[in-house]
């Protein structure tokens, strides 16, 4: 069971609740432009013009992305609906100053 845990001094413990700051939803925005990448379309067509190319050789439950000029890989999760903050930052990351995540609140 995942999640944060609370241990109190008697032993007993619980499953703490998740702050809404936690639960927000982010954008990945593309800064070039503004778009907020909302598929996995639009998201390849941006990493294509950045020199991505789709990875085929890797787990067919992920969507793949690798660049001829690093070792860096990107996987994401095979459902859209799946791509959260983590995979974000990823892409963040290894686009330095191309991708932005916000709050959706932002």
């Known amino acids: 069971m995942s999640g944060v845990w609370v241990f109190k001094k008697e032993g007993m413990y619980r499953q703490a609740e998740a702050s809404s700051n936690s ?10 432009t503004g778009e907020v990448v909302n598929s996995y379309e639009s ?12 990875y085929y050789m890797g787990d ?7 660049k001829q000029s690093s070792i860096d890989l990107i996987s994401l999760p ?5 791509f959260n903050s983590v995979h ?4 963040v990351v290894k686009n330095p100053n191309t ?6 609140s932002s």
């Open 43 to 54: 998201l390849e067509l941006i990493l294509r013009g950045l020199g991505w190319e789709r």
């Open 88 to 91: 974000m930052y990823d892409i």
């Open 99 to 104: 991708f932005h995540v916000r709050d959706m």
């Open 60 to 66: 067919p439950d992920l969507y793949q992305f690798h």
């Open 23 to 32: 639960s927000r939803r982010k954008d990945l925005v593309y800064l070039p």
């Open 78 to 82: 095979r459902q859209f609906s799946r």
